[in-house]
């Protein structure tokens, strides 16, 4: 049982410290570009896999073109083409700013 604990708690450092180098692709302004770290998060199944669809796939390099006046939505440019999702989609997107992931 102790074991498990010791491994539950090194595997809590880890992801404390994967939360210090990704954030979520919603906070970053724009111009800004990062690389697609994770896609999870509380939005349903369909949504996730819709947003793999759509290119945002670990590795995958990605910029914030412009927001709208009320920041939601946000055009993304992904690959060879502008996306535009919501913030809470945006949310469940985890990233590295570009100069981290160097």
């Known amino acids: 049982m102790s074991g498990i604990g010791g491994v539950r708690e090194e595997t809590d450092g880890l992801e404390a410290a994967d939360d210090v180098t990704s954030r979520p692709l919603a906070d970053l ?6 690389v697609v770290a994770d896609v999870g998060g509380t939005e349903p199944p369909h949504v996730i896999r819709r947003l793999h669809d759509l290119g945002f796939v670990p590795g995958t ?9 009320l920041r939601d939505p946000v055009v993304y440019r992904v690959r060879d083409y502008e996306v535009c999702l919501r913030r809470a989609q945006a949310g469940c997107v985890r990233v590295r700013v570009a100069e981290e992931a160097r």
């Open 29 to 34: 302004p724009p111009g800004a570009r990062a």
């Open 61 to 69: 390099e990605v910029e914030v073109v412009r927001r709208a006046p």
